[in-house]
């Protein structure tokens, strides 16, 4: 089991940058890739970002390629998603996701545990 908590959202104007984190219980946090979702109002959830178990290899979405960066510290059980250049499509709520295999993936259904999400408002 493993239970994930974001932070680190907020209110930015368009141009800036927030970085996020997420928080995982478990000694085992090493063993799962990550991934970052968001959902925008009145749409679905979307992939945004996914890491491997080691760091080693990252996936994107192409509305974000560039301009965010997913990353993770093993030790303290913490995948980041750092976001620059924010525009205000990228207005969301945004949720981390653990899935118990090394390698990272891009669809939803492929990861077990999720976070509550956090806010990201980006200001025009």
């Known amino acids: 089991q493993v239970q994930l908590v974001e932070s680190g959202g907020g209110l930015v104007q368009a141009g800036g940058s927030l970085r996020l984190s997420c928080a995982a219980s478990?000694?085992?946090?090493?063993?799962?890739?990550m991934g970052w979702f968001r959902q925008a109002p009145g749409k679905e959830r979307e992939f945004a970002a996914a890491?491997?178990?080691?760091?080693?290899?990252?996936y994107y979405a192409d509305s974000v390629k560039g301009r965010f960066t997913i990353s993770r510290d093993n030790a303290k059980n913490t995948v980041y998603l750092r976001m620059n250049s924010l525009k205000p499509e990228d207005t969301a709520v945004y949720y981390c996701a653990a899935r118990n295999t090394a390698v990272g993936a891009t669809r939803q259904v492929e990861y077990t545990y999720w976070g509550q999400g956090t806010q990201v408002t980006v200001s025009s």
């Open positions: 890491i491997n178990w080691s760091g080693g290899s990252t």
């Open positions: 478990g000694r085992t946090f090493g063993n799962y890739a």
